[in-house]
């Protein structure tokens, strides 16, 4: 069993910045991916950045070139910097672990709002 615990989340204004931070319990090295995504209201659950194993990423559409994943394997620790944020980045971001079983965070609040 892998625990997952995002941080990070809270308000901030349009153009702003925020960094999310996934604390995991066991170590990320072994994961085949750890990944970001996010659930406005009413949507579905979306890819946001996701990194594998061997350290390429993807990001989904709407954040390329303004959100970076990144990690830190000492710290078992995943990192999603936010850049340029927008009304529409407004969601629930939660941390996923792809291990032999995939293990979810709890999620935390971004709400990008002037």
């Known amino acids: 069993q892998v625990q997952l615990v995002e941080s990070g989340g809270g308000l901030v204004q349009p153009g702003g910045s925020l960094t999310l931070s996934c604390a995991a319990s066991s170590s990320i090295v072994s994961a085949n991916a750890m990944g970001w995504y996010r659930q406005a209201p009413g949507k579905q659950r979306e890819l946001v950045a996701r990194?594998?194993?061997?350290?390429?990423?993807n990001y989904g559409d709407p954040v390329k070139g303004r959100f970076t994943i990144s990690r830190d394997t000492a710290k078992n620790t995943v990192y999603l910097q936010m850049n340029s944020l927008k009304p529409d980045d407004t969601a629930v971001y939660y941390c996923?672990?792809?291990?032999?079983?995939?293990?979810w965070g709890q999620g935390t609040q971004v709400t990008v709002s002037s």
């Open positions: 990194i594998r194993r061997g350290g390429s990423t």
């Open positions: 996923k672990a792809e291990m032999l079983y995939s293990y």
